[in-house]
């Protein structure tokens, strides 16, 4: 992902679009197209998809993590947000009471060496005297990132640092958007918090609430010092942190890696506001945050590096660390001044997979993770191919890293489909970003690249512009177009993934993205839905196919064999997009298949379509635009199928266990690294 294109972003800027009709027809008045494909299911034709073919790429941008799969209910929960020097901004905390009533500043009082900022209230008012607390107190509130999701039945941690000079008795509330109505209150009471003292309340929901915010109220004078103030759900997914309604839209797509933690967010706009690693691990609160200037936003970076290996473990995908290699936007480290970051790779790499017993796998191990993570790729920066330091940088990396794990992947920025690498990788970074046609003709993009060399790994694809609105089905309909093309080329790509994946719809850094949601409520944008279409790719068997028309249709298909996990069912997919405006009337032709391995009953067809190519998913309408599954009554090795305008079908072949397909399949060697 790129805050601004630059020439070096993709391909996309210098490819001739093919001739692609979308939009070139009347609709409805022309006679059917005709089209047909045939598949050559043949053991000679059969080539295995990598395991890793499909994957998820996930940014630090539109509050993704932050107030997004990151489960934190409090948005700048250390103050440190408004920087370091004081009085500094506590945005988005505000005040409970006016100034007759409490005084509220930061100063540089924490506990915490690497965040020094803590909050300052001096209360005026008191339970006596002249000054009067008012009844339900005076104090700070935080509305959390555009409200905080409480539901009824369900605990919620608050962890917090006070002090005190003076004996406390502070209300810890969730409350409802307006702070009247209380869904959840306990008070923090103690005699002695002279020195920082850390208190955790559990907070059971009597009411819910969507927007609600916490509060942190008393009616007694004197002064207290807040820090670190945290509010989580109790119900994250397996206790990791993960808000589960988000971790269960990523699992569902069954990645195959997970790409992490950007996209630009790993460059920054400024060296000093990249993604640093190990400023992201150990404790949370001691964790310093840093500010996401690609993005405009503060991250607690409570999702650090050991959250991300720890959310591919979750999602069962390879983790994809793409670190930072001394170049932002702006700056860049000379490569004669390289290696101490090259050295904090390398403790990144121990981190990850370490032996409890070294440096830093002793880190992780403390953080409840002895197992090593399974890290096998990472990548030496983000679109930075075309920096005056990247080759010398990359190199400084590549030959540091191969040394001491001989056996992790190393991901280049540079383009290697048009041209061989003057640098040796184990794969290069490929991004593609247009609008619906380019995209959709891009299928045909890896048809001609060299079968040699390193891989391509298409971290990022989006369509965008216009035409894609906030994620419609005419952008997905081209995606699936560009896919079935990676597909097709899976002996040349190893790897997809589409960007962004996640959309806070409060903070709309990137249009469009694949899962828009807001603090309790998620939908998939068509794109989203279209990646279904290949979840089970990842490791299936890719068959030849050919296609023909009577005339420009606008389509593209491939056939694969997989395999339904659980059981021994087997499923011949065809896969076509029919990126045109008219019906199309397709025979499809099975050959080298024994006559009987097929099954009518159990097979099936999953269409993504909808009554206009503008269509979007809402909070509203959030299946508007979904696949629909049905019965494929006509399945066999000969069939008659129409193609809806603007479609994208899956036709599902229950094949028989028994099948000389199926043997076929077990014998196939595995061709995928
Ligand atoms: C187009 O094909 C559809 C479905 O096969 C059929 O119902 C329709 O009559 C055909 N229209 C024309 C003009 O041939
Ligand atoms: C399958 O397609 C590939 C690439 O087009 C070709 O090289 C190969 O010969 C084909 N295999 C068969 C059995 O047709
Ligand atoms: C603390 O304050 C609450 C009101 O918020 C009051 O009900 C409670 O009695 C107080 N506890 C002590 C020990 O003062
Ligand atoms: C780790 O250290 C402990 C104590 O020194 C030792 O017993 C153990 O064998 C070490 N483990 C490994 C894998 O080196
Ligand atoms: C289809 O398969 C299901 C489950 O295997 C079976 O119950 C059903 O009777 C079959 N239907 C026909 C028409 O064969």
């Known amino acids: 992902m790129s805050s601004s294109p630059r020439p070096c972003d993709g391909l996309l800027f210098f490819l001739v679009v093919l001739c692609v009709s979308f ?11 005709s089209a047909w494909l045939s598949v050559d299911a043949s053991q000679a034709s059969a080539r295995k998809i990598p395991k890793t073919m499909f994957g998820i790429s996930f940014e630090e941008i539109n509050h993704a993590g932050t107030g997004g799969l990151w489960a934190e209910l409090v948005s700048n929960r250390g103050f440190e947000a408004g920087g370091e020097s004081i009085p500094s901004n506590i945005y988005p905390w505000s005040l409970l009471g006016d100034e007759s009533l409490l005084i509220v500043s930061t100063d540089r009082s924490s506990c915490f060496e690497r965040n020094k900022i803590a909050l300052r209230m001096e209360i005026l008012c ?14 700070i509130y935080n509305p959390g990132y555009w409200g905080m999701n409480i539901e009824q039945g369900k605990a919620y941690r608050v962890l917090l640092y006070v002090r005190s000079l003076a004996s406390i008795n502070i209300s810890v509330s969730l409350t409802g958007s307006n702070g009247l109505e209380t869904l959840a209150t306990s008070n923090i009471v103690s005699d002695d918090a002279s020195s920082w003292t850390k208190i955790e309340v559990l907070l059971e929901a009597i009411g819910s609430d969507p927007s609600s915010r916490l509060q942190l ?9 807040f820090d670190q103030v945290s509010a989580m759900p109790l119900d994250t997914f397996k206790g990791h942190g993960f808000r589960n309604d988000l971790f269960q839209m990523l699992a569902d797509l069954r990645p195959g890696f997970i790409r992490f933690p950007g996209g630009s967010f790993v460059e920054g706009v400024w060296l000093r506001n990249s993604f640093r690693w190990k400023a992201t691990v150990g404790p949370w609160e001691e964790r310093p945050g840093h500010f996401n200037d690609v993005w405009h936003y503060w991250t607690d970076d409570s999702l650090g590096l050991f959250e991300f290996l720890q959310l591919a473990e979750d999602l069962g995908a390879f983790p ?11 700056d860049q480290i000379e490569t004669s001044k390289i290696l101490p970051l090259v050295q904090e790779i390398l403790d990144g790499i121990e981190f990850a997979r370490g032996d409890p017993n070294s440096t830093w796998g002793y880190i992780r191990a403390s953080m409840g993770h002895p197992e090593p993570y399974d890290l096998r790729y990472v990548a030496v920066g983000n679109q930075n191919c075309g920096k005056k330091n990247y080759r010398g940088n990359y190199l400084k990396f590549y030959s540091a890293i191969k040394s001491a794990y001989p056996d992790i ?9 048009s041209r061989p690498l003057d640098h040796p990788a184990d794969f290069y970074d490929y991004h593609v970003y247009g609008d619906a046609n380019s995209v959709f003709s891009l299928s045909h993009n890896f048809d001609h690249t060299a079968r040699n060399g390193p891989k391509a790994f298409v971290s990022e694809y989006a369509v965008t512009g216009n035409n894609a609105g906030k994620g419609n089905l005419l952008a997905a309909l081209a995606q699936a177009g560009l896919l079935i093309g990676l597909e097709r080329n899976s002996d040349v790509v190893e790897m997809a993934s589409n960007a962004p994946l996640f959309v806070n719809a409060n903070d709309r850094r990137f249009n469009p993205d694949a899962i828009v949601f807001d603090s309790s ?15 089970e790719s990842n490791g299936a068997t890719l068959f030849n196919s050919t296609l023909g028309a009577n005339s420009a249709a606008s389509l593209t298909a491939s056939a694969i064999l997989w395999k339904y996990p659980d059981d021994v069912t087997y499923y011949l997919r065809i896969k076509v997009v029919n ?6 009337n397709l025979k499809i032709t099975i050959d080298n298949l024994d006559s009987n391995s097929i099954q009518a009953n159990g097979s099936s067809q999953t269409i993504l379509k909808s009554s206009s190519l503008m269509d979007e998913n809402s909070f509203t309408e959030p299946n508007k635009v979904i696949p629909i599954k049905s019965p494929l009554k006509a399945a066999g090795k000969y069939m008659a199928v129409s193609l809806s305008p603007h479609s994208f079908t899956s036709f599902d072949l229950l094949t028989k266990s028994q099948t000389i397909l199926v043997k076929e399949h077990v014998s196939i060697p595995n061709l995928s690294s």
Do not use: L
């Not at 070139?24 to 006679?31: C, Q, R």
């Not at 990126?579 to 199309?584: A, E, I, L, R, T």
């Open 579 to 584: 990126f045109g405006s008219n019906m199309v």
């Open 320 to 330: 994809i660390w793409v670190f930072n290699d001394g170049i932002s936007n702006n």
């Open 217 to 225: 109220t008393t009616t007694r004078k004197g002064v207290i010092w």
């Open 23 to 33: 939009n070139g027809s009347a609709t409805g008045t022309e006679a059917n197209q």
């Open 409 to 417: 992947k190393v991901i280049s920025n540079c383009d290697g489909s």
């Open 126 to 139: 008191d339970s006596e005297g002249p000054n009067i607390c008012p009844a339900e107190g005076v104090g």
């Open 521 to 535: 409520q998620v939908y998939g944008t068509p794109s989203y839905w279209m990646q279904h279409f290949f979840k």
